[in-house]
């Protein structure tokens, strides 16, 4: 027997998928029919959804979140380094008026 997504694609135990409904992506753990219906178990969370409300994803094509997170940031620190050095060099030209 053989589950399909959204799209047509197969949805194998292992596969990522994500629910149209709200986006989320996560691992198929299990696979049943009942009632003449296909249903999909995800990892997290680990819930039943009716296979014509998923769709197959790229495993190269999920952002790991976690990694986004802190490259972001480093850059927001790097940004917050480059503006103090950047204030500090702006005092020291400002501080060399002299009143006249």
Same mark, same amino acid.
């Given at each position: 027997m053989?589950?399909?997504? *959204? ?17 989320? *992506?996560?691992? @198929? ?8 219906? %296909? ?14 409300s998923?769709? @197959?994803?790229?495993?190269k094509? *999920?952002?790991?979140v976690?990694? @986004? ?5 480093k %850059? @927001? ?10 204030? %500090?060099?702006?005092?020291d *030209? %400002? ?6």
């Amino acid at each position: 027997m053989s589950f399909c997504d *959204i799209r047509g694609e197969n949805i194998d135990v292992g596969a990522f998928i994500r629910y149209t409904g709200t986006g989320t *992506i996560s691992k @198929v753990v299990d696979l049943k029919e009942e009632d003449n219906m %296909q249903w999909v178990k995800l990892d997290e969370p680990a819930l039943w959804y009716a296979t014509d409300s998923l769709e @197959v994803v790229d495993e190269k094509d *999920i952002i790991n979140v976690e990694s @986004v997170d802190k490259d972001t940031l480093k %850059q @927001v620190k790097d940004l917050k380094e480059d503006f103090d050095e950047l204030s %500090q060099s702006i005092n020291d *030209i %400002q501080g060399c008026e002299g009143g006249g």
